[in-house]
């Protein structure tokens, strides 16, 4: 039997944007799993509600709390070791739980006084771990755990995957006002706004990604549970636009064009975004815009045939990423493009031809990236084998910073994002949050 006098406080430390802000989805799936076996949960979080490490445990911690549980990422894991600190430093025995990507390492949050590291998907093994703490009894060696043991970092073997999906309750929004969530790099973009996930891994194996060990082969939601949480978000919270988080959302063609189908037959105006894989078969773009779709954003990551190579990627998908992007701003879409800069291989003459290309492919928004290590990643594990590529981290945020200005200060370019802020008059109250984009990517002369 669960002990529903217990409470659960989670915490999402992510950095606060002025441009997007997003639901913490992992969060709230653990917080709707856990309410399902009859725990008491609460959902701090700290992008909205921005407060010092010492007023945290005011805030998430109550006279009965079973744990705190934290969300990090690779950006936000400082943050949270210093959150996790305070809350140690008020209730040193209290359990203090941390997953999310950066559970692949999970030594430095042992080392900093977290009591156990979920690692990988989470919500079996936070019914478990919730059950042996409310009992009192060992965690050592629980499947997709680990703790600290006399010194040393003791993993239990990996958690079975949750092979079906539609199992999980939809994630638990009562802790999250949808008005403050959006994203306004995505001009498309209307509020009220939120995010939701029809599906759990990627097909693709990108060296540089966490995706392969985290969440591993893709699995979907059925179409009917999809459409179920779509309709409910709309009729119970009035959603206008769904920013649909799936790594890959074009992997499975057979399953998209079901799950376009049954947004063309709700009928509800209800408009979404998605992320694309340059796959040598293209997308059904047409269909997609029937159904609702407003922005495509693809990650071509590189131009260089080489470099591609080296993470796992086709040699021609630059070209497949191209071919999208023309064949999408032909149907009036919004399209945004990810490069990264200081991949292996990686050289001056690269990113040369990597800028020269993103110009000539011509993405309504396009973002460069320095290169970092995730956690998980096979890069990561391949760090300690000599430099990736022959550039320092200072030499490529200088190609990072000249790629940002050069792209977006040519006179064609100013042009065309002028021409997509007027058309929608909605952007002019988000003119604050554009210009502090913009200040802060350096395109204002001011340096952030």
Not at 336 to 357: H, Q
Request: hydrophobic residues 35%.
């Amino acid at each position: 039997m669960c002990p529903t006098h217990q409470d659960i406080g989670f915490t999402n430390a992510t950095r606060q944007y002025a441009i997007k802000r997003i639901p913490p989805l992992g969060l709230m799936y653990l917080s709707s799993t856990l309410r399902a076996r009859g725990y008491r949960t609460s959902l701090l979080d700290l992008t909205i509600d921005s407060i010092t490490p010492e007023r945290l445990y005011d805030e998430a911690v109550a006279a009965d709390t079973l744990f705190v549980g934290f969300y990090s990422t690779l950006v936000n894991a400082p943050v949270v070791r210093e959150y996790v600190r305070a809350v140690k430093d008020r209730e040193p025995d209290l359990p203090v739980v941390v997953g999310g990507p950066s559970s692949m390492e999970p030594h430095k949050f042992l080392e900093a006084g977290v009591d156990v590291v979920v690692q990988g998907e989470g919500e079996r093994t936070v019914v478990e771990l919730a059950g042996a703490l409310a009992q009192g009894t060992d965690v050592a060696g629980m499947h997709g755990t680990a703790i600290l043991r006399n010194g040393r970092v003791v993993t239990g073997p990996p958690r079975k995957q949750i092979a079906e999906l539609d199992e999980l309750p939809f994630p638990d929004r009562t802790f999250t006002d949808p008005d403050n969530y959006y994203d306004y790099f995505n001009i498309t973009s209307n509020q009220p706004f939120t995010s939701i996930i029809c599906s759990r891994g990627c097909p693709n194996r990108c060296a540089y990604c966490t995706s392969p060990s985290f969440w591993g082969r893709p699995r979907y939601r059925s179409i009917e549970n999809v459409r179920d949480e779509v309709l409910m978000l709309h009729e119970t919270m009035g959603i206008k636009y769904l920013d649909i988080v799936d790594d890959t959302f074009n992997a499975d063609p057979a399953w998209l064009d079901r799950f376009l189908d049954m947004m063309i037959g709700l009928d509800q105006g209800i408009e979404w975004s998605c992320n694309l894989f340059p796959f040598k078969r293209d997308p059904p773009l047409e269909k997609m815009r029937r159904a609702g779709c407003t922005t495509l954003k693809l990650g071509v990551q590189s131009a260089c045939p080489e470099v591609l190579r080296k993470i796992h990627r086709a040699p021609d998908s630059a070209e497949a990423c191209q071919r999208i992007v023309t064949q999408a701003k032909g149907l009036g879409y919004l399209t945004f493009l990810d490069v990264i800069f200081g991949l292996p291989g990686e050289s001056p003459a690269t990113i040369e031809r990597n800028m020269a290309y993103t110009y000539d492919v011509d993405a309504t928004i396009t973002k460069y990236y320095r290169h970092l290590l995730l956690e998980g990643s096979e890069l990561s594990s391949k760090a300690g084998e000599g430099e990736l590529c022959d550039l320092s981290p200072e030499e490529i945020d200088d190609f990072v910073d000249t790629a940002w200005r050069t792209f977006y200060l040519r006179p064609g370019k100013v042009a065309e994002v002028m021409t997509w802020f007027l058309s929608k008059p909605r952007a002019y109250t988000r003119l604050g949050a554009y210009l502090a984009a913009f200040q802060g990517l350096g395109l204002l002369g001011v340096k952030g």
